[in-house]
C-alpha cells in the first residue's frame, strides 16, 4: 500500500510540475491537460500487444503469488 502511495504522489507531484511549466513557457491552458495526456496513448499494435503482455505477466505473478501463500496457510 506503501509503494502505491508513493508511485501516486510521485506521478501526481511530475505532472503538476509538467503544467506549470506549460504554464510558465506560455501554453494556453486549455490544451495542456489534453496534450500531456496525449503522450500516454497507446496507437501501435506493437504496443498494445507488449503492454497486454506486460498486464498479462502481473496478473499471473499475482494469482501464482496468492495461491502459494494460500498453500502455506493451509499448510501450518
Do not use: C, W
Not at 506549470?20 to 497507446?42: E, Y
Not at 503492454?51 to 496468492?66: C, D, E, T
Request: glycine fraction near 6%.
Amino acid at each position: 500500500m506503501k509503494t502505491i502511495f508513493v508511485m501516486l504522489l510521485l506521478s501526481s507531484s511530475m505532472f503538476t510540475l509538467i503544467i506549470f511549466l506549460d504554464l510558465a513557457l506560455g501554453f494556453s491552458p486549455h490544451g495542456i491537460i489534453g496534450k500531456q495526456l496525449k503522450a500516454f496513448r497507446v496507437t501501435e499494435q506493437t504496443e498494445l500487444v507488449i503492454l497486454m503482455l506486460f498486464a498479462l505477466y502481473f496478473v499471473i505473478k499475482g494469482i501464482s503469488g496468492f495461491i502459494k501463500k494460500k498453500q502455506q496457510e493451509n499448510a501450518q
